[in-house]
């Protein structure tokens, strides 16, 4: 007796994971269904090198790449990282510093901040706010 088993598994944790052979060949199909426009790969050089980005970018199609990841990334990287994919700015999303206690109080209540492996406070988010808005990020 056989037992036909889909060997495509699908696992929502609350990040969904696909995972199995074929599983790249739905790709595009995930994506899509997240409603993103612009896929960007962020990677480091050793994936480029082994030629993975290359087969998920033949998935995905016309995705934009930042393959300068390392180990314990400064916020430099991050800026970097920003830059490449034209993310706008506090002020161009229309947020002023004047809301910088309610962007704080927001990002302390977050649930997926629970997962931090820091303790910070409302203070030490507000901070974290104020110095996005003097970065112009």
């Known amino acids: 007796m056989s037992i036909a088993?889909?060997?495509?598994?699908?696992i929502d944790?609350?990040?969904?994971?696909?995972h199995?052979?074929?599983?790249?060949?739905?790709?595009?199909?995930?994506?899509?269904?997240?409603?993103?426009?612009r896929p960007m790969l962020v990677t480091d050089e050793g994936v480029v090198a082994a030629g993975i980005v290359d087969r998920v970018r033949g998935?995905?199609?016309?995705?934009?790449?930042?393959a300068e990841v390392r180990p314990n990334p400064d916020i430099a990287l991050v800026d970097r990282l920003a830059d490449a994919v034209g993310t706008p700015t506090l002020a161009d999303?229309?947020?002023s510093p004047?809301?910088?206690p309610m962007l704080a109080r927001?990002?302390?209540?977050?649930?997926?901040?629970?997962?931090?492996?820091?303790?910070?406070?409302?203070?030490?988010?507000?901070?974290?706010?104020?110095?996005s808005f003097e970065r112009g990020a």
């Open 5 to 10: 088993v889909d060997p495509i598994r699908v």
């Open 13 to 18: 944790t609350p990040t969904r994971l696909i």
């Open 20 to 37: 199995g052979p074929g599983s790249l060949a739905r790709l595009a199909e995930a994506v899509a269904e997240l409603g993103v426009r």
């Open 59 to 66: 998935a995905l199609g016309d995705a934009v790449l930042f």
């Open 93 to 95: 999303l229309g947020f």
């Open 98 to 100: 004047d809301e910088i």
């Open 106 to 131: 927001i990002s302390f209540e977050d649930p997926q901040t629970q997962g931090n492996p820091r303790e910070l406070d409302v203070a030490d988010y507000e901070e974290i706010w104020r110095v």
